[in-house]
């Protein structure tokens, strides 16, 4: 690719890097294969450091590039396109959600900011779902599912007090009430230490989280906090849920 | 907030720390308030530039800090939520739909990625119409919408050839057709610096990137690709429209 001369171009040094370091990977490099280290990269594009790290952080916002502990800085796959809005009318776990896997299920009083998002009084006791979303045998996602314990009075003791099978116990017990309606919401985040750790990626990586009110007999029967790998993830909904355009949305619109 | 000893966490001490100036922005700082320079914060903290810096970026991903150009990095406010998935079955620019501004319209040959993504020839015409998206008097996402002169054919020559006479031109065409579906996509992206600048942002902060298919008999009729500020914006989708929790991601699941 050589060198540029970054000195005549009115846009920041580290945007203008970015394209011709975009262009790079296109023409001269496959997904999969390593970078050059940043001395290296650095010296062949005649910047500094510091210049360089700002334009790989944006292609790893993008996701052409992936860090990878260990490993280094890696050329990514074309994200996978995830259906998130399918389904308006189905409960978690309900048949056929079979993309998620519940892995524990805890009982206790929420943290506070649980409680007033689920409107329960904060000492009422709420079920906590963990589960894994898996997509193409990779963990996509993961997700805290809190479900208060008036969303599910019949549940009887006799189940497992935690773990997958009382999970599937809680969620038996909630797919009995009639869903109205989902209400979902996708904001940008870090990832907590514990998604992090599920996810492969280091705290504070950039995820997508989306939140889903489940409401039934006009109250939130159910809230979902479900976080996304960014830097993989492209969340889809609608009809279909299949958006597939495999091009960064830098690429895609210039 | 006084310093706190970071030596002994097992977690990375950017994560530790980032967790402290949560609990001081919730109870020292105020919105739109400004903080002390990253050499103060580090002294106070007891922590390198460097991980101070990793930290704020993560407060800055989750919402809570705004970096602003000649102002340094205030507490920001709860972020907005601004529908996206509602009116499944709406064209853009529908009655109704009054979020969005049209600024400008183009009719050219498309970029080889759009006419790929159009499924269109790469010399077919283009009608690219640009468009602002308004949330409480800021701009809050722009948009670049691709409709093939295939979709409009009736359009005359007699309306302005461009600017937003045009624009609603086009559209006004466009709404002749059925619209069959909508199926979207969201995924993080970093700004290209024509948005940025609507969206006052440094070219490649981080943005939501909304592509939105329009299918009409059979065939995409338009192709939407929405940058949204991802600092200030939650997207919401579902029956009504409406998740609004004012809590980051962080905190809310924490």
Known sequence: MGTTQLESVP????WHLKTVLTEALD????????????RELAARFGV??????????????????????GVGTTVAPPRVGVA????????????????????DCVT???PASVADALETGRDEAVHTIRRIRMSHGQPVAAELLHI???SVPDLTGIDAPSGPARARAVLR???????????????????RADDARELDRLPGAPVLVVTTRYIAAGRTAALA???YRADTCRLTFGDSGAVEIHDSPERRAS
């Open 173 to 191: 017990e909630l797919h009995r009430l009639e869903l109205e309606r989902r209400d979902s919401a996708v904001e940008l985040g870090s990832a």
């Open 108 to 110: 206790a009083a929420p």
């Open 27 to 38: 023409s001269e490099f496959s997904v999969g294969e390593i970078l050059p280290n940043e």
């Open 225 to 227: 906090v479900s976080t």
């Open 148 to 150: 208060p314990a008036s």
């Open 11 to 14: 846009e920041p040094k580290y």
């Open 48 to 69: 500094a450091r510091a210049t360089l790290r700002q334009a790989l952080e944006q292609l790893e916002l993008e996701g052409r590039l992936q860090r990878r502990r």
């Open 84 to 103: 998130v809005g399918t389904e308006q009318h189905a409960w978690p776990g309900a048949p056929g959600d079979d993309a998620w896997q519940a892995v």
